[in-house]
């Protein structure tokens, strides 16, 4: 036997509801985390149908590549945003009639590989020493036998290896939750090569930049540095001195990106590891800041607001982090909005990429301000220390509720007016 899956039984009571409606199949998206010992899944969602695809799925010849790939992949991608630090999409669930049992198995290997193709792509960060297989579960409409079997996503010829699926009952009730607020300031100096890229591609070449102190920074939990070995409850203290450098280079531009990051992550309360609670919060901290710059490029897209490269400086807001409590578990959701967007568009869309239902009133915005500004004026030096013109930002207050503040240029934390000199953050976690 491969791996096993502790699933909420929630989630088995949603999947055993799923009525194909004259369709042939309905497929979906298996949410949740991965631990060296097992999986945990809190969560499935159905991939919404394209409204051509209504009538084709219900033809009774019905072929297995009428599963459209790239609009499953999309939609697996529109989720991640919407998953707090520690989850991840864990695979792919199919119900189909009984007379399709077989036919869609090579399609949903594709579509695995295919997912974790397009998702690493947008990561700021790369898989170390975490599990590398990814689920996909089978259930017939009819006689609702299950087929579960997993494939390594680092190997595309792996074969299928069976795997345990195990209902239990109040599994998303038991988390630990990670939080902390960042208060980030990121200068992207932009050489006199690199203007001839897209904005879009200058700034994702930045964070990349920007993801490595953040990776190879030093996390205080309540205020104190823990080993990574240890139990997250009862992690000894650990003393470093570890400090960043600077670099110094000629450009002809920059984008800063400068406000409050509230960051969330959670992790399964078995015998939590200090680095599993460091490395949950890290993913956080990465996904949001790409995540809210790549909405923001496709507002400006949708908007057909060009890119313009000859301007001396522009000003943007960033979208807004909204979490979103789904009830019956101590998980919670996010989703971006800006500014002007009503929150009716928030519920709406988890809807449709969520299928769940939610109330406006339980929508917890995060952050107040966050703003992304870019120049294109001649600078003839420019450093990562050199964070940009404070008076040329706009004249707006930051959230006043800010715990820490990380300064690029040697890696200076204070939190809580405690000084430590290392590239770190201190976060809290809270257990229910």
């Given at each position: 036997?491969?791996?096993?899956?502790?699933?909420?039984?929630?989630?088995?009571?949603?999947?055993?509801?799923?009525?194909?409606?004259?369709?042939?199949?309905?497929?979906?998206?298996?949410?949740?985390?991965?631990?060296?010992?097992?999986?945990?899944?809190?969560?499935?969602?159905?991939?919404?149908?394209k409204e051509e695809q209504n009538e084709s799925l219900s033809h009774p010849k019905v072929k297995s590549d009428i599963l459209d790939e790239e609009w499953a992949t999309e939609h697996a991608n529109q989720v991640s945003r919407m998953l707090p630090g520690g989850l991840l999409v864990l695979g792919v669930f199919i119900v189909t009639t009984l007379e399709l049992a077989s036919d869609f198995q090579n399609v949903l290997r594709r579509l695995v590989f295919a997912i974790e193709k397009s998702m690493s792509k947008k990561r700021l960060w790369s898989f170390t020493e975490e599990v590398s297989e990814r689920v996909i579960l089978h259930i017939c409409s009819s006689t609702k036998k299950i087929l579960c079997r997993t494939y390594d996503i680092h190997d595309p010829k792996s074969s299928a290896r069976p795997a345990e699926w195990k209902y239990q009952n109040g599994l998303s009730t038991s988390w630990i939750s990670l939080q902390c607020t960042v208060h980030i300031n990121i200068h992207i100096p932009l050489s006199s090569t690199s203007v001839n890229y897209t904005l879009e591609k200058n700034t994702k070449n930045g964070l990349v930049r920007w993801a490595k102190q953040i990776e190879n920074g030093i996390f205080l939990i309540n205020g104190q540095a823990k080993d990574e070995n240890c139990d997250l409850l009862e992690g000894q203290l650990l003393n470093s001195d570890h400090r960043c450098t600077a670099t110094v280079q000629i450009c002809s531009g920059s984008v800063n990106l400068k406000g409050a990051v509230k960051c969330r992550a959670y992790i399964h309360s078995s015998k939590p590891k200090v680095k599993d609670a460091v490395q949950a919060i890290k993913r956080d901290i990465l996904n949001t800041v790409a995540d809210r710059c790549e909405i923001l490029f496709e507002d400006l897209l949708l908007n057909e607001i060009p890119e313009k490269k000859d301007l001396k400086k522009e000003f943007h807001s960033l979208p807004h982090r909204v979490f979103v409590p789904i009830p019956g578990s101590t998980v919670m959701l996010c989703d971006y909005k800006f500014g002007d967007e009503p929150a009716e568009e928030i519920t709406n869309h988890f809807i449709e990429m969520l299928d769940k239902i939610i109330q406006i009133e339980d929508l917890e915005i995060a952050e107040e301000i966050s703003t992304a500004y870019m120049s294109s004026s001649m600078d003839s030096e420019a450093s990562l220390d050199n964070t940009g013109d404070d008076d040329a930002q706009p004249k707006q207050p930051i959230k006043a509720t800010i715990i820490l503040k990380i300064q690029q240029n040697i890696g200076v934390i204070t939190a809580f007016a405690v000084a430590v000199l290392a590239a770190g953050i201190s976060f809290h976690y809270f257990s229910d």
């Amino acid at each position: 036997m491969g791996r096993t899956y502790i699933v909420e039984e929630a989630v088995g009571q949603y999947l055993s509801n799923i009525n194909l409606q004259g369709k042939a199949f309905v497929s979906g998206l298996l949410i949740g985390q991965c631990s060296s010992q097992k999986d945990y899944v809190i969560l499935a969602t159905r991939t919404p149908p394209k409204e051509e695809q209504n009538e084709s799925l219900s033809h009774p010849k019905v072929k297995s590549d009428i599963l459209d790939e790239e609009w499953a992949t999309e939609h697996a991608n529109q989720v991640s945003r919407m998953l707090p630090g520690g989850l991840l999409v864990l695979g792919v669930f199919i119900v189909t009639t009984l007379e399709l049992a077989s036919d869609f198995q090579n399609v949903l290997r594709r579509l695995v590989f295919a997912i974790e193709k397009s998702m690493s792509k947008k990561r700021l960060w790369s898989f170390t020493e975490e599990v590398s297989e990814r689920v996909i579960l089978h259930i017939c409409s009819s006689t609702k036998k299950i087929l579960c079997r997993t494939y390594d996503i680092h190997d595309p010829k792996s074969s299928a290896r069976p795997a345990e699926w195990k209902y239990q009952n109040g599994l998303s009730t038991s988390w630990i939750s990670l939080q902390c607020t960042v208060h980030i300031n990121i200068h992207i100096p932009l050489s006199s090569t690199s203007v001839n890229y897209t904005l879009e591609k200058n700034t994702k070449n930045g964070l990349v930049r920007w993801a490595k102190q953040i990776e190879n920074g030093i996390f205080l939990i309540n205020g104190q540095a823990k080993d990574e070995n240890c139990d997250l409850l009862e992690g000894q203290l650990l003393n470093s001195d570890h400090r960043c450098t600077a670099t110094v280079q000629i450009c002809s531009g920059s984008v800063n990106l400068k406000g409050a990051v509230k960051c969330r992550a959670y992790i399964h309360s078995s015998k939590p590891k200090v680095k599993d609670a460091v490395q949950a919060i890290k993913r956080d901290i990465l996904n949001t800041v790409a995540d809210r710059c790549e909405i923001l490029f496709e507002d400006l897209l949708l908007n057909e607001i060009p890119e313009k490269k000859d301007l001396k400086k522009e000003f943007h807001s960033l979208p807004h982090r909204v979490f979103v409590p789904i009830p019956g578990s101590t998980v919670m959701l996010c989703d971006y909005k800006f500014g002007d967007e009503p929150a009716e568009e928030i519920t709406n869309h988890f809807i449709e990429m969520l299928d769940k239902i939610i109330q406006i009133e339980d929508l917890e915005i995060a952050e107040e301000i966050s703003t992304a500004y870019m120049s294109s004026s001649m600078d003839s030096e420019a450093s990562l220390d050199n964070t940009g013109d404070d008076d040329a930002q706009p004249k707006q207050p930051i959230k006043a509720t800010i715990i820490l503040k990380i300064q690029q240029n040697i890696g200076v934390i204070t939190a809580f007016a405690v000084a430590v000199l290392a590239a770190g953050i201190s976060f809290h976690y809270f257990s229910d």
